[in-house]
């Protein structure tokens, strides 16, 4: 694409899940007042990260992102924030114990509040209204009101992404995610009864193990201890609302091109990756690493083109793969397009996302996801990889730390369909609750061993 770059030049581009406002002069002005205000990250944790996924496609880390489906601005509290980066925490220090690789740690947060659809408007009683496209957009509530776009809520998304990243920033500071006592991160659900003796006992000996390490090290001398007890989040959304994307991006002091001061890792949705669309367009001209989804109907031939469009220099760290194909597709989808990316010699770093490819609805129209399914997706697209020679350097999970009852099954949770309506709070797709997260990362951690003995072995 030889055509100049401006934060704009994707308005000329066919875009798909658009919103449409009723009153474009309200956005406008909403956007002006946005591109005034500081930027929520710098250049320098984006180039931060970036080196760490350049090293993540070398095989030296591995990544953990995510987070809700839906960030809400009602869930901007503090308990829901501390109990997400909990089991993050938690998960990533089984990932780590299990891959002996540090763990990057994304969350699907500070600014999750864009949502496509696969349907524009939603249908209950006979009334047909705009569906929910994210808080960043219009409400959940199924009223004329609350569905109607509101420009007002880019800056509401603005604020609670500020708040939220605040609030994150000074837990990490202040000690709570110190390393040294993996005591602090545990959620309080540990100590209830309910949690079935091999999470309890797997998630302990990851643990102290880990602390045993930290032990080890710090008696060595060799790390500062700030060094190996740091605990670092970054933030990632999709980066469906490009006036919001736009409104953020701008050139930094010293620094060559345009960076996109939103979140430090932004990600293209399966719907949105039209490689001569609007969002293809807008995310050619900035420096952050970028995600992309690829969903089943991604061909080899749009993923080299994407390739091509998105980092034409082939430059390390800019492009995470995030494939999402379901577990009834992955074995035939996902192997053409690692051998075509194989072929091109492109540099990406390969992400598992079982969630979006696994979702059904229930015979009472609630949605959900089987625990067996996003294990055997997560499970055969290891085995893909290693069929190819290639690697898996990231998962990808829909989850929360509370108690929610939206995905089916798990050995610790076992929740069936009649348990759905206990606490089915999320405002989009079904996440795993923390015992499902934890045990996810659990049997993940023991396939990355598995992995890891086969390849030391002579
Ligand atoms: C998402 O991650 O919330 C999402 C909508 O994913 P996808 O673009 O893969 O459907
Ligand atoms: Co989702």
Redesign the pocket.
Same mark, same amino acid.
């Given at each position: 694409m030889s055509h100049p770059w401006s934060t704009d030049s994707w308005r000329a581009r066919k875009r798909a899940q658009a919103t449409a406002y009723e009153d474009p002069k309200q956005l406008e002005s909403a956007l002006r007042k946005l591109a005034q205000l500081p930027p929520l990250v710098t250049s320098w944790e984006i180039e931060r990260l970036r080196r760490q996924v350049a090293e993540a496609q070398e095989g030296k880390r591995f990544l953990l992102q995510g987070g809700d489906?839906a960030e809400t601005f009602a869930d901007c509290r503090p308990s829901i924030i501390v109990n997400k980066l909990k089991i993050l925490l938690q998960m990533s220090l089984v990932l780590v114990e299990a891959a002996l690789k540090p763990v990057i740690r994304v969350g699907r947060f500070a600014g999750q509040y864009a949502?496509?659809r696969s349907h524009l408007t939603e249908a209950v009683g006979g009334v047909e209204l705009p569906s929910y496209f994210g808080d960043i957009v219009n409400r959940v509530p199924f009223t004329a009101d609350a569905r109607r776009p509101d420009p007002g809520l880019v800056l509401g998304a603005y604020h609670h992404a500020a708040l939220t990243l605040n609030f994150i920033r000074s837990l990490s500071a202040g000690g709570f995610a110190d390393a040294h006592h993996p005591e602090y991160w545990d959620l309080s659900f540990f100590q209830r009864a309910a949690v079935p003796e091999n999470l309890r006992t797997g998630y302990e000996h990851t643990t102290a193990k880990v602390g045993e390490a930290l032990r080890f090290m710090s008696a060595l001398g060799e790390c500062s201890i700030a060094d190996l007890t740091r605990v670092e989040f970054f933030a990632s959304h $999709?980066a469906l609302h490009l006036e919001y994307e736009s409104a953020q991006t701008q050139p930094v002091p010293r620094r060559t091109g345009y960076y996109d001061l939103s979140t430090h890792f932004p990600w293209i949705?399966?719907?949105t990756r039209q490689v001569d669309g609007a969002h293809v367009e807008f995310f050619r001209g900035v420096r952050n690493p970028i995600g992309i989804?690829l969903?089943p109907s991604a061909s080899p031939d749009e993923v080299v083109a994407l390739l091509k469009a998105l980092n034409p220099e082939n430059e390390p760290g800019r492009i995470t793969l995030i494939t999402?194909m379901g577990a009834d597709r992955v074995a035939e989808r996902l192997a053409p397009l690692v051998e075509a990316v194989k072929f091109t010699g492109g540099r990406v770093l390969w992400v598992v $996302?079982p969630m979006?490819g696994n979702t059904h609805e229930t015979p009472s129209g609630k949605k959900t996801r089987y625990f067996a399914e996003i294990l055997s997706e997560v499970e055969q697209t290891f085995d893909v990889h290693a069929s190819l020679g290639s690697r898996v350097g990231g998962v990808h999970f829909e989850m929360t730390g509370e108690d929610v009852t939206e995905c089916l099954g798990g050995d610790g949770s076992a929740i069936t369909e009649a348990d759905l309506p206990r606490n089915y709070a999320t405002a989009c797709?079904p996440r795993l609750n923390y015992r499902q997260s934890l045990e996810m990362a659990l049997l993940i951690g023991r396939r990355l061993k598995a992995d890891r003995r086969q390849e030391a072995a002579p």
């Open positions: 489906c949502k496509p $999709d949705g399966d719907r989804k969903g999402r $996302d979006h797709d």
